[in-house]
């Protein structure tokens, strides 16, 4: 399954873009209230009224660059679900975190607060995308096995919250410097279920061979 997330300017033409196509459209960000005076914001309704199905939330540069904290980040996890859209909930440490030691507290407790209004049933709407802040547009990559432990321990927290059938089910995506050279060997860890594709998402052939090598491998 692949979704195209641009940035919101785009979001219309590219819908007109992906009429009968496989891929889906979804927005990089939405507010939390249904309507009301929020001047640069944009709405659930707004963003399914041109098209999008999918919207992605927590992102850490919403979370440190504009401050957005967990209890925001729940509220606007309720409103995309509760609207209609499938979610992306992104979650991930800094350097100085990892090197602390405090990565799995830090995931922890940003994916127990992020799904903190999502209810069990929900959760069939809910992508889960572990981006270490340290590796995002940096270059640097998490090793498979970095990966993989995170990716593990956001599973058995999720088996915690919602039973082993959701943790199961539920997707959790790697993003962080993602790029055909290294997609192989991250996707093929067991808790690896896809990519949160950022630079390399700009660059077609590389975003391509990226799906295509996932599309032919799992």
């Not at 609207?83 to 909930?89: R, Y």
């Not at 660059?203 to 090598?213: D, L, N, T």
Request: charge should be negative; include cysteine.
């Amino acid at each position: 399954e692949v979704v195209v997330v641009p940035p919101f300017p785009f979001l219309a033409a590219l819908s007109k873009k992906l009429v009968d196509s496989p891929i889906a459209l979804g927005a990089q960000n939405c507010h939390e209230a249904a309507s009301g005076a929020f001047t640069g914001e944009v709405s659930v309704a707004a963003l399914q009224s041109v098209g999008c199905r999918w919207v992605v939330i927590g992102h850490s540069e919403r979370r440190q660059l504009f401050g957005e904290g967990d209890e925001r980040i729940a509220a606007k996890m309720f409103a995309a679900l509760q609207g209609g859209l499938n979610a992306i909930l992104c979650v991930g440490e800094t350097l100085d975190q990892r090197e602390g030691g405090a990565t799995l507290s830090v995931v922890q407790e940003q994916l127990t607060a992020g799904l903190s209004k999502v209810t069990r049933e929900e959760m069939a709407k809910v992508v889960i995308a572990y981006e270490p802040v340290w590796a995002i547009g940096t270059g640097r990559t998490a090793t498979p096995q970095q990966a993989q432990d995170v990716h593990a321990a956001i599973r058995r927290l999720l088996e915690q919250l919602y039973g082993p059938d959701v943790a199961t089910a539920t997707r959790i995506q790697y993003g962080g410097s993602v790029k055909p050279q290294n997609a192989a060997e991250l996707m093929d860890q067991t808790d690896v279920d896809g990519a949160l594709v950022g630079g390399a998402s700009l660059e077609p052939r590389s975003f391509a061979e990226i799906v295509q090598f996932y599309r032919t491998s799992k």
